[in-house]
């Protein structure tokens, strides 16, 4: 059980579009779900924070605008890079907790690639 | 200073030796920490929770937190192949608080 997934896994985009991620807790329901970035050879570093039903928790340095957080049912947050650049590669990750439990389940992570 | 640090490594031990992995801290709010697996292009998977400073062991796994050196440990008995992986610590002010990770150690255990 506490399965979450990613889609899509991998993605590669042009320079100013934008890439909307899924996440999906497929065997619980979550209102509380985050999103991650992580640098190769670096720690995770929390981005923001998704809540169902009201407005994402971005952390200090994370534009808001940029990044778009929708969490739109207890089973699924997305994450939207508007207008993206090369300097936005990176690979995603979000986790979910459940409602009854402190535990975070990560998903599998998703590689964005901006040419 | 970052809050967490953990030495990337990377750390390469022949299977069945013992492997000691470790974090430090500076913010002595931290009252859970965590010891995360991550195997390439996964996303992390919990292994251990501790509430502040003793010991915990679960299998060949046993996760030491001593508070008062902001000090944590996580050691590895009987290392296997299928244990290489990157291995993340995390800590968290509250039970629902927010991790901060350290950067992982790459662990390599070659049979």
């Known amino acids: 059980g506490a399965v979450v997934s990613q889609h899509p896994s991998w993605v590669i985009c042009k320079s100013g579009t934008s890439v909307k991620i899924e996440c999906r807790s497929l065997?619980?329901?979550?209102?509380?779900m985050f999103w991650y970035r992580q640098f190769p050879k670096q720690s995770l570093m929390l981005m923001a924070t998704?809540?169902?039903?009201?407005?994402?928790?971005?952390e200090q340095g994370v534009e808001k605008d940029k990044f778009l957080i929708n969490h739109a049912s207890l089973t699924l947050s997305t994450l939207t890079v508007t207008s993206a650049h090369p300097e936005d590669s990176s690979f995603y990750i979000c986790?979910?907790?459940?409602?009854?439990?402190?535990?975070?389940?990560f998903g599998p992570g998703t590689r964005l690639t901006v040419t | 200073q970052k809050e967490v640090e953990q030495d990337p490594g990377p750390l390469s031990v022949p299977e069945g030796a013992i492997v000691s992995l470790n974090c430090t801290y500076s913010?002595?709010?931290?009252?859970?920490f965590m010891w995360y697996r991550q195997y390439s292009r996964k996303g992390p998977e919990l292994l251990m929770y501790?509430?502040?400073?003793g010991n915990k062991e679960d299998g060949r796994f046993t996760a030491q937190v001593d508070k008062s050196s902001k000090y944590i440990s996580l050691f590895i008995r009987d290392s296997q192949p299928s244990d290489s992986a990157t291995y993340l610590c995390?800590?968290?002010?509250?039970?629902?608080?927010?991790?901060?990770f350290g950067r992982g150690t790459q662990l390599t255990v070659w049979p």
């Open positions: 995390a800590m968290s002010r509250s039970t629902l608080g927010r991790l901060y």
């Open positions: 913010n002595s709010a931290f009252q859970y």
């Open positions: 986790s979910a907790r459940p409602d009854d439990t402190y535990e975070q389940y």
């Open positions: 998704s809540n169902e039903g009201s407005k994402a928790t971005y």
């Open positions: 065997d619980f329901q979550a209102t509380t």
């Open positions: 501790t509430y502040s400073s």
